[in-house]
């Protein structure tokens, strides 16, 4: 059984097609990677998945079951821009994480916590960017989802921070559930991927295992990925 399967999808905004007839399954237990140019619908496409827009037409089911609040119980969804409230202290957002999600770890959120160097008692606006964006990412991935989607989780921040992302990322969500990363820092995270989907112009243009298309092509992904979407 599929962990998420799109059907005919489409998605316009006013007279502009964004997403075009996508149709895709994506099973458990694999770390994918969303990867397309500025434009080409991976923002779209995350948002409809997290019931956030709703499709023109098609449909996408999670577990075989349509969007909706079953979905979002399942799903633990990283946005690109930062939704949390600065003024909070980290031990405030934790608490209320845990009082939102029956599936949220407040064991396992205060043990990345730690090992991420983080004071739980500080606010978020005294911290870093890059600070702000581990502590988003310990609040959604001590959920045990189904599926986790990480739009940009490493954008703006340094390389060293980029590293422990990843290593968070890589060590801590649940086995069983998988990992949709949307980047355009592809030669960070392609050591991590499982599968890749290219999309263009709003369609699907290539899905395939990674080692596979490194295999096919003689190149890494990031390499793939410049010489199909060069301008």
Same mark, same amino acid.
């Given at each position: 059984?599929?962990? &998420? !399967?799109?059907?005919? &999808?489409?998605?316009?905004?006013?007279? #502009? $097609?964004?997403?075009?007839?996508?149709? =895709?399954?994506?099973p458990s237990g694999k770390i994918i990677g969303?990867?397309?140019?500025?434009?080409?619908?991976? !923002? #779209?496409? *995350?948002?409809?998945?997290?019931? $956030?827009?709703?499709?023109?037409?098609?449909?996408?089911?999670?577990?075989?079951?349509?969007? +909706?609040?079953?979905?979002k119980k399942v799903i633990s969804y990283l946005?690109?821009?930062?939704? =949390?409230?600065?003024?909070?202290?980290?031990?405030? &957002?934790?608490?209320?994480?845990?009082?939102?999600?029956? @599936? /949220?770890?407040? %064991?396992?959120?205060?043990?990345?916590?730690?090992? =991420?160097?983080?004071?739980?008692? @500080?606010? &978020?606006?005294?911290?870093?960017?890059?600070?702000?964006?581990?502590?988003?990412?310990?609040?959604?991935?001590s959920r045990k989802a189904d599926l986790y989607?990480?739009?940009?989780?490493?954008?703006?921040?340094?390389?060293? #921070?980029?590293?422990?992302?990843?290593? !968070?990322?890589? #060590?801590?969500?649940?086995?069983?559930?998988? *990992?949709?990363?949307? !980047?355009?820092?592809?030669?960070?995270? %392609?050591?991590?991927?499982?599968?890749?989907? /290219?999309?263009?112009? +709003?369609? *699907?243009? =290539?899905?395939? %295992?990674? @080692?596979?298309?490194?295999?096919?092509?003689?190149?890494?992904?990031?390499?793939?990925?410049?010489?199909?979407?060069?301008?």
């Open positions: 059984m599929s962990l &998420l !399967t799109c059907h005919n &999808l489409s998605k316009s905004y006013g007279k #502009t $097609l964004v997403l075009n007839d996508i149709n =895709l399954e994506i969303l990867l397309g140019p500025n434009g080409s619908g991976k !923002t #779209t496409l *995350i948002k409809l998945i997290n019931g $956030l827009l709703m499709p023109n037409s098609g449909e996408i089911l999670i577990n075989m079951k349509p969007v +909706g609040i079953n979905s946005p690109e821009h930062s939704y =949390l409230n600065f003024n909070m202290k980290v031990n405030e &957002l934790i608490q209320y994480f845990s009082d939102f999600y029956k @599936d /949220f770890d407040k %064991e396992k959120a205060y043990q990345l916590l730690k090992k =991420l160097n983080i004071n739980a008692k @500080d606010k &978020l606006s005294a911290m870093s960017k890059g600070m702000k964006e581990k502590v988003q990412l310990v609040l959604v991935m989607i990480l739009d940009e989780p490493i954008g703006g921040v340094d390389p060293a #921070t980029r590293d422990y992302i990843l290593d !968070t990322i890589l #060590t801590n969500f649940n086995k069983e559930a998988s *990992i949709i990363i949307s !980047t355009h820092l592809i030669s960070d995270i %392609e050591k991590i991927l499982d599968e890749v989907i /290219f999309i263009k112009n +709003g369609q *699907i243009y =290539l899905y395939g %295992e990674a @080692d596979e298309l490194r295999a096919q092509k003689g190149k890494s992904i990031d390499e793939i990925f410049r010489e199909e979407f060069k301008c």
